[in-house]
């Protein structure tokens, strides 16, 4: 039985007004560039908005839930989180259960809405590595107990995401699995050993699929194909030329006017940038350091090993999709459609960003 925690510490004020920062920017800047395509689709200017907000009110739920809950009573998810997402994960590739979209076995069909599965292996990658790692702290020296069982099962679940397919969470999820092996106390020449192991696999599984070639060469050089390949990197960097200092006014983009692809979800910031310019930018960009910061030092002050691991873990998860958002859609990296936590239309992201928030401000609570 789960037991509520009525004895907490106030949770961390500065996570969390970040964090309702961003929902809000998210919430008005889906407004902005979903309202036409809506109105052209569904006969519904509104369409996207009222659905996001049904998320937003149900992640907040969910974040209110995960800080009431004492962060020890996660322990007890750690394992079936684990069956749960393999069984899941499975599930979706099954034909005619899971959904494909372009090309893509990711989510399951609630009736309301999609579920993507793969949000959702992320948490609970991290707590069973947290609980795992945590209970094995004598033994994380070794190879076998300390890194090769760890490894299998996380792999395991690797493995059945790269077959969806979807190339970026793995790589996720797998950086994920080396932060918190380092945290935990691996050996150094063991960590050493597995990268020099992963980075041909990665290499291979990056040649393995012709479209990945494809976004390779297109990073490299987006105005050789500017109609098909590099038309979306192409239209985005379009956005952030056209929003110059203090944009053009939010509502008044043109960019999302049939240009950007998607430009609610993935391409949402170079929205931002061409309604609000270099200034709003920044602005997001710093509210998400200040959000990663403020998440590591959550770690740092947590009260034990456990606690330590799990903020660890979720506030890198964050981190690096805001990072291979960000650089994807400014031409950094190449692309990878990753959404923007907090900021692009989706449920399940935003469901699940906020359940790692609520958690991350449950241990804050507990601090040393």
């Given amino acids: 039985m789960i037991k509520f925690d009525t004895t907490r510490r106030s949770p961390d004020i500065i996570l969390l007004i970040v964090t309702l920062i961003l929902v809000t920017v998210g919430t008005v800047m889906i407004y902005s560039s979903s309202s036409i395509m809506a109105m052209e689709r569904f006969k519904d200017g509104q369409f996207f908005l009222k659905k996001q907000l049904f998320f937003v009110l149900l992640g907040l739920g969910t974040m209110i839930l995960m800080t009431r809950i004492p962060y020890e009573e996660l322990k007890k998810f750690a394992y079936p989180g684990v069956i749960i997402s393999l069984f899941l ?3 979706v590739l099954i034909p005619k259960v899971g959904v494909r979209v372009g090309g893509a076995s990711r989510w ?6 999609s579920f993507q599965v793969s949000e959702m292996v992320k948490i609970a990658t991290v707590l069973f590595l947290a609980h795992f790692l945590t209970r094995k702290a004598d033994h994380l020296k070794e190879l076998m107990r300390g890194i090769v069982i760890p490894l299998a099962i996380t792999m395991l679940m690797v493995g059945l995401i790269v077959i969806e397919p979807d190339f970026g969470t793995a790589v996720i999820i797998t950086v994920i699995l080396m932060l918190m092996l ?5 050996r150094v020449r063991y960590l050493a050993g597995l990268v020099a192991m992963l980075i041909p696999v990665g290499v291979f599984l990056l040649f393995y699929k012709s479209y990945r070639v494809e976004r ?15 038309f979306q990197i192409i239209q985005s960097l379009i956005s952030f030329g056209s929003g110059g200092i203090g944009g053009v006014g939010v509502g008044d983009g043109r960019q999302k006017l049939f240009y950007l692809p998607e430009p609610h979800t993935d391409f949402i910031l170079s929205v931002i940038a061409e309604e609000s310019g270099f200034i709003g930018v920044a602005i997001v960009i710093f509210l998400f350091v200040v959000f990663v910061v403020r998440g590591f030092f959550i770690a740092f002050k947590a009260p034990d090993m456990f606690s330590t691991l799990l903020a660890s873990g979720l506030t890198m998860v964050i981190a ?8 994807g859609v400014m031409g950094l990296i190449p692309l990878k459609g990753l959404a923007l ?13 906020l359940t790692m928030v609520g958690i ?9």
């Fill in 320 to 327: 690096l999709e805001a990072f291979i958002n960000i650089a």
């Fill in 360 to 368: 991350l401000l449950n241990i804050s609570a507990h601090e040393k």
């Fill in 341 to 353: 936590p907090f900021l692009s239309y989706g449920g399940t992201s935003l469901i699940m960003s």
């Fill in 182 to 186: 380092y945290l935990s106390g691996s």
């Fill in 108 to 113: 399951l069909n609630l009736g309301f809405f």
């Fill in 89 to 91: 994960l499975t599930l």
């Fill in 216 to 230: 390779l060469m297109t990073f490299m050089d987006p105005w050789k194909d500017p109609l098909h390949s590099g």
